[in-house]
C-alpha cells in the first residue's frame, strides 16, 4: 500500500512545483531599455536607474510582478520587441513610423526634443551651416529621422555618422571627429558639462515618450501601466512627480555628522519627526480640499514656468543681439530689442544680406504663446532665411515660406511677418507685409507715416495665396521702426492701450537720434505707460537709418578765416553743410558749434597780440561716426588744454576767455593740441553715433 502512495505522492509535489515555476514565469516581465538617461540608463555601479525604473519598480510591488532588464543599443531594442524577445520597451517617441510597427500607451512619460550640439569652438548657428559637414546620430533615432528629413527639405547634404548611443554622439563631438551630434535634450543637459561641446540654438521634434509593447502582445501589461501612469499623474506627490524632480532636478546625497550616529540620538528625532508628522496630518485634514487644489494649480504652474523658460531661452537664442551689426556697412545703422513677456509669444526679427549690396529685414509674430509658438518661429525664422538666399524678392519669399507651412499645419498656428529688402546703392526698399503691423518711415525731422501698400494674409491659411510688394525709396539720413503688436497693444494698469497714435507721437520726438537711441526712447516710453503692470505680449522693435553712397564719400571743407569775430557765419554755414552730409542729429550741430565759437573769439581777441590781419584755417571732416575740426592759426604759442577756470572766485570777477575754453571742453568728446611748424594746431572731435 505505501509503494503505491509514494508515486502519487511525488507526482503532486512535481506538478505544484510545475505550477509555482509556471505561474512565476507568467509574472516575469523583460523590459528592454537603450542608454537614455535620466529615462532609463546604468549608473557606474551596473544598476538600472531612471524615471522608468522608478514607475515600473512601484507598478511591479503593486501587482507582485518580477522585472528583468535586457540592455542594448536603440535597433537592438526595437528588434527584439519586433520579435517578442522583450516583452515592454520604455521611452518609444510618439510618431507614426513607430505606431506602424509597436503598440504605444495612452499615457506620456516624459516630453522630449531633439538638440543638436556642436564643438565648443564650432560657428554653426543653424542648419543653413550644416552643408557638406559630419553629423553624429543615433541608429534609427526619430530626431536623427526627422533632421535628415529637414535638411532633405532644404536641399542641405550632410554626412551622417551613425553609431550605437547618445554618449557616443556627445564623444565623437567632444573629440572633434565629427562638427555636430544630436541627442534628446534631457540627455544634453544631464551630460554636457562632461564634454567640451556646446547646445546650439537649433532644436526640433517635440516629442511624448511612452511605453510600447510588440503587436498582439501584452496588452494586458500595457493598459496597467496605462491606469497607473494616469492615477498617479492625478497626486502631485506621487511616486511620478518625485521622479521626475529627483533625475531632471538633481538629489543631494545627506550624510550624519559622527554625533548624530549613535541610535538614541536618531530615536529622539524620529520621535520629534513622529510628532511633527501627527500634528502635520492633523492640519492636513482641516484643509485638506484647499491643499489638494492648491498643489494642482503649483504643479501646472511649474511645469508651465518650465515650458516657458525653454521658449524664452529658445527665442532668445535665434534673434540677433550684438549690435552694433555688421560695424564695416556706412550705409546703415540698426538696432533691434526683444523685451519677451512673461507668457513668451513668437515674436521674432531678423537682419541679414542675400548679397553685398542688399539688406534683408524681417520681423515677425506667431500666434499663440510659450513653447509651441517658441518652435513655431524657430521653424519659420530658418525657412525665411533659406527661401531669402534662393528667391531675393519679397513677394515670391513669403509665397514660398507660405506653401510648405500651409502643406502641414494641422494646428492651424500662423504667423504674421514684415520682410524688406534694401538696396543699398539706391535706397528702394522692396517689401510686403503678411498680417503684420505695417512698419513706419521716418523723416529726417521725425515726421512719420505708415507703410500699408503690400498688405496680404498671414502665413499658415492658404498655400495657393500669390504675394505682392510695394517699393519706397529711402533718402539720406531717413529711417524705418518695424514693431509687433505688442508695442501698440502695451497696456496701462486702467486697461487703455498705448495705441498706433501714441507711437508716431513718441517717434516725432525722435528726430535726429540714432537707432539704439529711438528704440531705447520708445521702449522708455512703453514702460512709463504700462507702470507696474507686466507685458502681456512680447515687445519687439526693429529700427534702420539709411546713408546714401553719394552722402558717405563726402571729403570734407576746408575754408580760411580771417581773425575777425564776423567769420563765424561762415564757420557756421561750413559746419551745417558738412553735418547734413553725414545726418547728424541737431544737437551735435549745437554742440560742436557752440564750442568752435568760444575757442575761434579766443583765437581772434587774445591769439596774435596786434591789430594786423590774419589767417586762421579751418578743415572739417568725417572720420568714423564723429565730426572733426582742425583750427591752426600762426598767433602766439597757446595750449588751450592747460587753462583751469577758478571757481573759488564769483562769477564776474572770472576770466571770460578760461570759462569759453572749460565750456568747449565739455561739450566735444575730444579736444587735442599741438604747436608745429610755428602754428598753434587745435583739433576738436564730437561723436554723432
Avoid at 10 to 21: D, E, K, R, V, Y
Avoid at 341 to 370: M, P, Q, T, W
Amino acid at each position: 500500500m505505501k509503494n503505491k502512495i509514494r508515486p502519487i505522492f511525488l507526482f503532486i509535489l512535481f506538478w505544484l512545483h510545475w505550477q509555482a515555476a509556471a505561474s512565476a514565469a507568467d509574472d516575469l516581465i523583460v523590459v528592454g531599455f537603450h542608454d537614455n538617461t535620466p529615462l532609463i540608463f546604468t549608473d557606474t555601479d551596473g544598476q538600472v536607474k531612471g524615471i522608468a525604473v522608478d514607475l515600473l519598480s512601484y507598478i511591479a510591488d503593486e501587482e507582485g510582478w518580477q522585472l528583468r532588464y535586457l540592455p542594448g543599443s536603440y535597433s537592438e531594442c526595437t528588434r527584439r520587441l519586433e520579435e517578442n524577445t522583450i516583452d515592454l520597451f520604455p521611452g518609444m517617441a510618439v510618431a507614426k513610423e513607430n505606431e506602424n510597427r509597436f503598440v504605444l500607451g495612452k499615457e506620456t512619460i516624459v516630453s522630449n526634443w531633439g538638440q543638436l550640439y556642436t564643438a565648443s569652438d564650432a560657428v554653426l548657428s543653424d542648419i543653413l551651416d550644416f552643408q557638406d559637414k559630419d553629423v553624429a546620430v543615433v541608429t534609427s533615432d526619430i530626431y536623427f529621422q526627422f533632421f535628415a528629413t529637414t535638411l532633405e527639405k532644404f536641399g542641405i547634404h550632410s554626412r551622417f555618422v551613425q553609431v550605437d548611443s547618445y554618449g557616443e554622439v556627445l564623444s565623437l563631438i567632444h573629440h572633434k571627429e565629427v562638427a555636430a551630434g544630436i541627442v534628446p535634450r534631457l540627455y544634453g543637459a544631464y551630460y554636457e558639462k562632461r564634454f567640451r561641446v556646446r547646445r546650439s540654438p537649433v532644436s526640433f521634434r517635440h516629442t511624448e515618450l511612452r511605453f510600447a509593447i510588440c503587436k498582439d502582445q501584452n496588452r494586458k501589461i500595457l493598459a496597467t501601466l496605462d491606469r497607473y501612469l494616469n492615477k498617479l499623474k492625478e497626486n502631485p506627490n506621487s511616486i511620478f512627480y518625485s521622479s521626475l524632480d529627483r533625475w531632471t532636478q538633481g538629489v543631494r546625497k545627506v550624510t550624519l555628522p559622527l554625533w548624530l550616529r549613535p541610535l538614541w540620538v536618531l530615536s529622539a528625532i524620529a520621535g520629534f519627526m513622529g510628532l511633527i508628522i501627527l500634528g502635520n496630518v492633523f492640519l492636513r485634514r482641516q484643509v485638506k480640499l484647499q491643499t489638494e487644489a492648491l498643489k494642482v494649480t503649483i504643479a501646472e504652474k511649474e511645469k508651465i514656468e518650465s515650458e516657458l523658460s525653454v521658449a524664452r531661452e529658445i527665442q532668445s537664442q535665434l534673434v540677433p543681439a550684438e549690435f552694433p551689426a555688421f560695424s564695416n556697412r556706412k550705409e546703415f545703422d540698426i538696432y533691434a530689442s526683444l523685451e519677451p513677456a512673461r507668457e513668451v509669444g513668437g515674436d521674432f526679427y531678423d537682419c541679414f544680406f542675400i548679397d553685398g549690396n542688399h539688406l534683408c529685414l524681417v520681423i515677425g509674430d506667431v500666434s499663440g504663446k510659450g513653447m509651441p509658438a517658441a518652435l513655431f518661429m524657430a521653424m519659420t525664422k530658418t525657412m525665411i532665411k533659406s527661401a531669402a538666399r534662393l528667391l531675393a524678392e519679397p513677394e515670391y519669399i513669403l509665397a514660398d515660406v507660405n506653401r510648405e507651412i500651409s502643406r502641414n499645419n494641422p494646428s492651424l498656428t500662423f504667423v504674421t511677418v514684415f520682410l524688406g529688402v534694401l538696396n543699398l546703392s539706391s535706397g528702394e526698399l522692396t517689401y510686403s507685409c503678411a498680417g503684420h503691423n505695417p512698419p513706419l518711415f521716418i523723416g529726417r525731422k521725425g515726421n512719420s507715416v505708415l507703410l500699408g501698400d503690400a498688405q496680404c494674409p498671414a502665413i499658415g491659411f492658404d498655400d495657393t495665396f500669390q504675394y505682392r510688394q510695394a517699393v519706397v525709396k529711402m533718402q539720406h539720413g531717413e529711417s524705418l521702426l518695424l514693431y509687433t503688436d505688442g508695442v501698440t497693444e502695451a497696456q496701462n494698469s486702467q486697461d487703455h492701450l498705448f495705441t498706433q497714435e501714441s507711437l508716431m507721437n513718441t517717434v516725432s520726438l525722435t528726430a535726429g537720434l540714432s537707432p539704439k537711441q529711438r528704440v531705447v526712447a520708445i521702449v522708455s516710453r512703453i514702460r512709463e505707460f504700462t507702470g507696474e503692470r507686466p507685458l502681456d505680449d512680447d515687445l519687439t522693435l526693429l529700427s534702420l537709418t539709411y546713408f546714401s553712397p553719394h552722402h558717405i564719400d563726402y571729403s570734407g571743407k576746408t575754408i580760411v578765416l580771417r581773425n575777425d569775430i564776423h567769420e563765424m557765419s561762415r564757420i557756421i554755414e561750413a559746419i551745417t553743410q558738412v553735418a547734413e552730409s553725414a545726418a547728424c542729429p541737431r544737437v551735435v550741430v549745437h554742440d560742436v558749434t557752440l564750442a568752435i565759437e568760444e575757442v575761434f573769439s579766443n583765437i581772434v581777441f587774445y591769439g596774435f597780440g596786434d591789430d594786423l590781419d590774419h589767417n586762421i584755417t579751418l578743415e572739417l571732416f568725417i572720420e568714423d561716426n564723429a565730426l572733426i575740426l582742425i583750427l591752426q592759426d600762426g598767433g602766439i604759442p597757446f595750449n588751450p588744454l592747460n587753462v583751469q577756470a577758478n571757481r573759488e572766485k564769483p562769477l564776474e570777477e572770472r576770466d571770460k576767455g578760461g570759462m569759453g575754453i572749460m565750456l568747449a571742453k565739455n561739450l566735444m568728446d575730444r579736444i587735442e593740441y599741438r604747436r608745429d611748424q610755428g602754428k598753434n594746431i587745435l583739433r576738436l572731435e564730437k561723436r554723432f553715433r
